[in-house]
């Protein structure tokens, strides 16, 4: 999900006219944060785009040497128990991995909450090769 800049991008525009903010892992974070010199692309320090820290990512990327994103991630992005603290208000980019994370702090989705799932079909012929 956080290499397909479009669909971010995308996600980023409805969260604008909706008025909510679009929360994103630290990869999709880094990965808009490294495209976003190329062009007008969205990140983190946006209005309406935030990073979540998440505990599994913050120690991925402490252990391999990039603590200073996760620094500047935790200064402008917000917690994982956040969007539970404000229902309604955020729209989460996530991905099954992470989910451990939100529900440990409270994000656990409701009859209410929409999902959008997506899956190339390239994927499924690259799965039985």
Not at 67 to 80: D, K, P, W
Request: hydrophobic letters at 45%; aromatic letters at 10%.
């Amino acid at each position: 999900m956080a290499q397909n800049i479009d669909r971010a991008v995308t996600l980023y525009r409805a969260c604008l006219k909706a008025g909510r903010t679009l929360v994103v892992d630290l990869y999709t974070a880094e990965v808009m944060d490294a495209l976003a010199e190329f062009g007008r692309l969205p990140r983190p320090g946006w209005r309406n785009l935030k990073g979540v820290v998440t505990s599994a990512f913050a120690r991925l990327y402490r252990n391999t040497g990039r603590e200073a994103f996760v620094t500047r991630m935790v200064a402008n992005g917000i917690g994982a128990a956040r969007p539970a603290a404000d229902p309604g208000r955020r729209m989460i980019m996530t991905r099954a991995s992470l989910t451990g994370d939100y529900t440990r702090n409270g994000v656990v989705p409701g009859p209410s909450d929409a999902w959008s799932w997506s899956l190339w079909r390239g994927y499924l012929v690259l799965q039985s090769l």
